[in-house]
T-cell receptor, first 113, second 113 residues
Framework: AQSVTQLDSQVPVFEEAPVELRCNYS??????LFWYVQYPNQGLQLLLK??????LVKGINGFEAEFNKSQTSFHLRKPSVHISDTAEYFC???????????FGKGTRLSVIA | DGGITQSPKYLFRKEGQNVTLSCEQN?????MYWYRQDPGQGLRLIYY???????QKGDIAEGYSVSREKKESFPLTVTSAQKNPTAFYLC????????????FGSGTQLSVL
């Protein structure tokens, strides 16, 4: 079975600074990887996903993530954050079979003016 | 507009009472999911259904029940056997396949009186 570890539960960062949210996964088979964002009192929406091919994936709102198979990581980055990026971010993994996504525990990003 | 709708937004349960959370989608998705979200614990899968009239238990199914009589609808009943029901409940839907993104509703906050 696969699992996801998000290494930081909370990340405070100043506006216009860069940010990296860390995600490591565990799986004995090939995987698909996802990042979702949740704004307060709302559902989740997809930021980006890695299926195959280029290991650098670009998503919405200026976010990108890099798949590193040797380190089993899929860290999310943004070069310059805005106040509106304040939200909770979830990493998720799928093992290529038709089983449900497994989510990490989330990282709360707080952007400080 | 296509989307996934959860109701009610807030729900209160009395001791010994069963309550039902509604989830409806008009996206023509085969797969539907119920997740429970507790602070700091991420999303945990309760039940999922990949086709009408069929569903499977997730990681924390005890104290919950579901039905999938129509493609558009996947209601969740929180029974009196669920001793700690206070949480934010999220419904999601998606096309069949492990690489497909999930679409989430805006959630139901269930509290115990």
């Amino acid at each position: 079975a696969q699992s996801v570890t998000q290494l930081d539960s909370q990340v405070p960062v100043f506006e216009e600074a860069p940010v990296e949210l860390r995600c490591n996964y565990s799986s004995s088979v090939s995987v698909y990887l996802f990042w979702y964002v949740q704004y307060p009192n709302q559902g989740l929406q997809l930021l980006l996903k890695y299926l195959s091919g280029s290991t650098l994936v670009k998503g919405i709102n200026g976010f990108e993530a890099e798949f590193n198979k040797s380190q089993t990581s899929f860290h999310l980055r943004k070069p310059s954050v805005h106040i509106s990026d304040t939200a909770e971010y979830f990493c998720a993994v799928s093992d290529l079979r038709n089983t449900p996504l497994v989510f990490g525990k989330g990282t709360r990003l707080s952007v400080i003016a | 507009d296509g989307g996934i709708t959860q109701s009610p937004k807030y729900l209160f349960r009395k001791e010994g009472q069963n309550v039902t959370l509604s989830c409806e989608q008009n996206l023509n998705h085969d797969a539907m999911y119920w997740y429970r979200q507790d602070p700091g614990q991420g999303l945990r899968l309760i039940y999922y259904s990949q086709i009408v009239n069929d569903f499977q238990k997730g990681d924390i199914a005890e104290g919950y029940s579901v039905s999938r009589e129509k493609k558009e609808s996947f209601p969740l009943t929180v029974t009196s056997a669920q001793k700690n029901p206070t949480a934010f409940y999220l419904c999601a839907s998606g096309l069949a396949g492990p690489n497909e993104k999930l679409f989430f509703g805006s959630g139901t906050q269930l509290s115990v009186l």
